[in-house]
Nanobody
Framework: QVQLVESGGGLVQAGGSLRLSCAAS????????MGWFRQAPGKEREFVAA????????GYADFVKGRFTISRENAKNTVYLQIDSLTPEDTAVYYC???????????????WGQGTQVTVSS
């Protein structure tokens, strides 16, 4: 299993942008679909976005509404989440996840990062 470390979170004003990064260690990264999830205080963890092994196919939660973009660089073992037009409702811990499969939504998540906090002030 890959080890995942997120970075890029922080405090930002509403309307701002952030790019989250997830660095993976392990030889299987380039063969795995990857995803981002988030968990707000008092709420369950929810799916945000996913990308297949090659970066040619992506999927998003309905609430994203074009504001989030997931991408990956297999040469750098890194997956990204660009978040634009942030709102206070985006405040959450954002987690990177590795799927067991290589295509979108195939296999369960078999590895989680520790999370990075995103806080959006109004």
């Amino acid at each position: 299993q890959v080890q995942l470390v997120e970075s890029g979170g922080g405090l930002v004003q509403a309307g701002g942008s952030l790019r989250l990064s997830c660095a993976a260690s392990g030889r299987t990264f380039s063969n795995q679909a990857m995803g981002w999830f988030r968990q707000a205080p008092g709420k369950e963890r929810e799916f945000v976005a996913a990308i297949n092994w090659s970066g040619t196919s992506t999927g998003y939660a309905d609430f994203v509404k074009g504001r989030f973009t997931i991408s990956r660089e297999n040469a750098k073992n890194t997956v990204y989440l660009q978040i634009d037009s942030l709102t206070p409702e985006d405040t959450a811990v954002y987690y990177c996840a590795a799927y067991a499969g290589s295509r979108l939504f195939t296999g369960n998540v078999n590895s989680w990062g520790q999370g990075t906090q995103v806080t959006v002030s109004s």
